[in-house]
């Protein structure tokens, strides 16, 4: 399997402490790639320094063939970032956001505007993207964050935590979502702290706590290292790896 | 540099879509500056006093101010010479007249005289009313003594018809070519508009100012909520990014100066097109001002509630310092202190062209500084302008 992103050595600190520190893993191409960690991980600052944001203080990543320190531009016309928190104009519709983002993107007017009819059908709002985003649910908004990431046809995918405190019909569809872009060839990036979810989408998962990565492997390679791997949670495995519960 | 022009055209839809900014920015000056010119009493446009230096003492003279003062509205308050230019020299008067001395026996003898008009710039409203009246009160007097003289005539030879013709045809004639008495108008062309002009350019100014620098709360929402970071994820790189915004608020800002000052054109009829044209070119340069004191603010403050205290602290202070609601026209410390605020150079330029019937031109020295507080602004805000809450 090739391989689509690389990083090699990422370390951040902010004042003086360690967010990031010496973290290397691979992304295949066509594949749904988790990090899994409890909160404070590291896992934003991570996809921060991979997604051309947030400049590393060690260490490169390389993402399909480009350096993200020496060929930002190149990187971000690759990839689609939908952050953890909400980044959008809640004061306008779905189709305006979608619509400038896309223009930031680098698509022109026309394609942009079909661009983002197609992104509202896969993400299920197509009924309701000319309402303001502030009257949505909190699972509609979070769909609306994701759409925003697709609007350039990324072939790397970054979503961080996606599902933190929505209703079960959105999670699933943000499930739908995802699998259905792999299926297309679109190569993901999935941060969570739920296990269930990580084991249940992921193709393979790094396994992150205190700014490191201790583990790396699909959810079977990982529970193996414990014990049967259809009789033991991915929960097993952190506290195996770390001597601490992944829940808060 | 296209996307920046993406960007901008995006943040006005949004500011358009903004009722209580809207509000905020174009609403509240027009209530404002028509409550402030209720409150300073209409009627004093039709109310004037003749300050006057009579320095002839003559009959024709004692006959005007008999006439002005039997206007209605007009008082008449008589000064020695040196107290006249002394007062208009404090602005403590806009309008002066002066009676020449030998103006009655002059104007009884045949030959022209004039009153002179001092004024300090326009002279204001009362000023033109006041000239007004002392013009009417000439004419008056002047139609007396062609009239006098023509009863002479008649008295002198009643008999001859044809010479008393003659006289008439000859009085007139001469009356038209040379008036038997003239106002003289020597305007000293000084800094002294009318107070509504001064109010309605320092409401203006001070409201631009307001949304200028409030708009930092927005860059830093936007810095908060991650929509900022989000957009240098795209193909946007850090320098559109900050052209895209600083087009946006000067963008915001002329648009408002234009509405603003379109309505108050209109409204008052404060002065033709070509004055509203180099209105706008100067609301351009004082745009830029105030967005890049904005962006500096954005820059510095951290929290949206930190950049709200700063813009409107700001604004509050240079707009009472300076002369929003006074003039800053005397000595001393309030005076330095207004050197030291936008708003007296934006003020006085809005002031000059459209009080005094100055042009751009004259406005040089005031563009100059306002064009500087853009350019160093922006440089400051450039090299502090961060796009996450995190030092990057
Ligand atoms: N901008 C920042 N400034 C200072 N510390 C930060 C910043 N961002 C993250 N951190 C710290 O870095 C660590 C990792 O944070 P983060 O990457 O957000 O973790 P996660 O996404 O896994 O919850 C945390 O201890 C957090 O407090
Ligand atoms: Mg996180």
Redesign the interface.
């Given at each position: 399997m090739e391989t689509y992103l690389e990083a090699e050595g990422l370390t951040k600190y902010?004042d003086g402490v360690a967010a990031v520190e010496d973290v290397s893993f691979v992304i295949r191409r066509k594949e749904i790639f988790g990090l899994l960690g409890p909160n404070g991980a590291g896992k934003t600052t991570t996809i921060?320094m991979l997604?051309?944001?947030?400049?590393p203080d060690a260490g490169d990543v390389c993402v399909g063939g480009h350096s993200v320190i020496r060929e930002g531009?190149e990187v971000?016309?690759r990839?689609g970032?939908c952050?953890q928190?909400?980044?959008?104009?809640p004061?306008?519709s779905a189709v305006d956001n979608l619509v400038?983002?896309g223009?930031?993107?680098?698509l022109s007017g026309h394609e942009a505007k079909a661009r983002a009819r197609a992104v509202l059908v896969g993400v299920g709002l197509e009924a309701r993207g000319s309402e303001v985003v502030k009257k949505y649910s909190g699972g509609m908004q979070r769909r609306v964050n994701i759409g925003?990431a697709l609007m350039?046809r990324p072939e790397l995918l970054f979503l961080d935590e996606p599902t933190v405190g929505i209703d079960p019909q959105s999670r699933n569809h943000i499930f739908e979502t995802v699998l259905a872009l792999r299926a297309e060839g679109t190569t993901v990036l999935y941060t969570t702290h739920y296990m269930e979810e990580a084991d249940r989408l992921c193709d393979r998962i790094g396994v992150m706590d205190r700014g490191r990565i201790v583990a790396v492997g699909t959810p079977a390679e990982l529970k193996r290292q414990v014990g049967d791997p259809d009789r033991t949670t991915l929960e097993e495995v952190f506290l195996h790896l770390t001597g601490r519960s992944l829940r808060d | 540099m296209v996307?920046s022009f993406?960007?901008a055209r995006?943040e006005l839809r949004?500011y358009l879509?903004?009722r209580s900014d809207l509000a905020f920015g174009i609403a509240l000056p027009v209530v404002l500056f028509s409550l402030m010119v209720v409150a300073l009493g209409s009627d004093a446009k039709f109310r004037g006093v003749m300050h006057v230096a009579d320095l002839d003492g003559g009959s024709l003279a004692n006959q005007v101010l008999e006439r002005v003062e039997n206007a209605d509205g007009v008082t008449v308050r008589r000064y020695t010479q040196d107290e006249l230019a002394d007062a208009l020299e404090r602005t403590a008067v806009s309008t002066g007249f002066v009676i020449p001395p030998g103006f009655s026996a002059s104007v009884e003898s045949g030959a022209p005289a004039s009153i002179v008009v001092k004024s300090r710039g326009s002279g204001g409203d009362e000023g033109r009313f006041v000239t007004g009246i002392v013009q009417g009160a000439l004419r008056a007097a002047a139609s007396e003594i062609e009239l006098r003289r023509v009863a002479g005539v008649l008295a002198g030879d009643p008999a001859n018809d044809a010479r008393l013709d003659e006289a008439v045809r000859q009085a007139l004639a001469g009356a038209r070519t040379r008036p038997p008495v003239t106002v003289v108008t020597e305007s000293m062309r000084l800094r002294e508009a009318s107070q509504l002009d001064r109010l309605l350019a320092g409401i203006v100014v001070m409201f631009l100012l307001f949304s200028g620098t409030l708009g930092a709360r927005a860059l830093i929402e936007e810095r908060r909520?991650?929509?900022l970071?989000?957009?240098?994820?795209?193909?946007?790189s850090a320098g559109e990014l900050f052209a895209g915004k600083l087009l946006a608020g000067i963008g915001r800002v002329v648009l408002q100066s234009f509405v603003l000052l379109g309505l108050a054109f209109a409204v008052l009829g404060t002065a033709g097109p070509v004055v509203f044209l180099q209105c706008l070119v100067l609301a351009i340069v004082v745009a830029a001002a105030v967005t890049s004191i904005g962006l500096v603010i954005a820059a510095v403050a951290r929290t949206e509630e930190q950049a709200a205290f700063s813009a409107v602290v700001l604004t509050m202070f240079m707009s009472v310092f300076g002369g929003t609601f006074l003039p800053t026209s005397g000595t001393g410390w309030l005076d330095v202190l207004a050197r030291f605020t936008l708003n007296k150079y934006a003020t006085d330029a809005f002031v000059g062209l459209f009080g005094e019937a100055a042009t751009l031109a004259d406005q040089s020295a005031e563009l100059v500084i306002l064009g500087a507080v853009a350019i160093l602004g922006l440089a400051a805000a450039r090299m502090m302008f961060r796009?996450?809450s995190?030092?990057?």
């Open positions: 902010f921060r997604s051309t944001v947030l400049a531009d971000r016309k990839i970032i952050p928190e909400l980044a959008l104009y004061e306008l400038f983002f223009r930031m993107a680098g925003i350039n | 996307r993406h960007l995006f949004r879509a903004h909520t991650g929509t970071e989000r957009l240098m994820t795209t193909r946007l796009v996450s995190s030092a990057v």
